[in-house]
């Protein structure tokens, strides 16, 4: 861009679907913030081949997408000869963009994976609260049976104390989640192979592989990405190697977990689950997932919500400000397992102002 046709103000373009999402990630608030430092292009993007959408994309600063958004190719990029960045309102720009168009394009590339993982690492911790209390147990038993809980005699393992919990997975999530421990009087585990003992250590935990922290772990919670790796990852051999009546938190993805050995697992009284993701999801009218009683069922809620959204979309306008700045971005996309993730910022994240 020459000074002859710089703008004072970059021109931002919305694209996500469903439309109605940018008014949850852009409440009054947070959408003042987003006009203050930017011209924003009417309406919302669902299909960049329109004509409305091809005549956004040629005078276009910033695109800001949500998920849903149809994904730029070689020929948006074409069409779009001012577009600097992308700012992805959800877990990964990639998502969005090919990695290797974008690289080629020069374009600045930011996500909201850090945003969306506090909701997932709150989630879950109050999951390893609930069932270190044996609170899901006990809320079926005393509903069932109507009576007095002698909770010595029936509820005698109760309790987080010197609890053992392991964290598959030191992702922005797991990170998060074991940030969250601290306060708490567990033994945490730690199994992640990309980082090494002293990281572990430093992020309050000890470094493990899968098989031992399956084995030792009384709550068991899962925060990988989803690559041909980790796909199954949890599988007969490790649910089996789980200890009697310990819990599995899957706020990952369901193919993570081969999910016919949980059922059996389950239905055998053996372990515990706290399931926000399966696979499929949704499962099918009827699947026993739905009325096992060792199982606490949500639909996919452990992410960014209701309120919540607008988490994001205060990241996306964080990162906006600092791009009009000419600051370098601090949320580009990176690997989920990286050690380095939050390290200092890369090429593909630094630039002149707008």
Known sequence: MTPETRRTRPLVVLAASPVD???????????????????VAPGVVTDWRTDAAQEALATADVVVAGWGAPRLGAAELAAAPRLRALLHAGGSAYAVVDETLAAER???????????AEPVAEFTLAAILM????????????RETQRFVDRQVEMGDAGNYARTVGVVGASRTGRRVLEMLRPFAFEVLVCDPTID???????????????????????L???????EATTGLIGATQIASMPLGATLVNTSRGVVVDQDALVEALSAGRIQAV???????????????????????TP????????EIARLGDLVVDELERLVAGEPLR????????????????????GAAL
């Open 131 to 142: 069932a270190g209390k044996d609170a899901f147990r006990a809320e079926r038993l005393y």
């Open 106 to 116: 020069g374009l600045l590339l930011s996500d909201a994976g850090t945003a969306n």
């Open 21 to 39: 999402l940018v008014s949850s990630l852009f409440p009054e608030a947070v959408r003042r913030r987003l006009d203050a430092v930017a011209d």
């Open 300 to 307: 996919h809620v452990a992410g960014a919500v209701g309120r």
């Open 197 to 219: 003992a002293a990281q572990a250590r430093g992020l309050g935990a000890e470094l493990v592989g899968l098989d031992e922290i399956v084995r030792r772990s009384e709550i």
């Open 221 to 227: 919670t899962l925060h990988v990405p989803v690559t």
């Open 331 to 350: 949320h580009a996309p990176g690997s989920a397992s990286s050690p380095a993730q939050a390290a200092a910022p890369t090429p593909s994240t630094a």
């Open 275 to 297: 399931l926000d993701v399966t696979e499929p999801d949704p499962l099918p009218a009827g699947h026993p997932l739905y009325s096992l009683p060792g199982v606490f069922l």
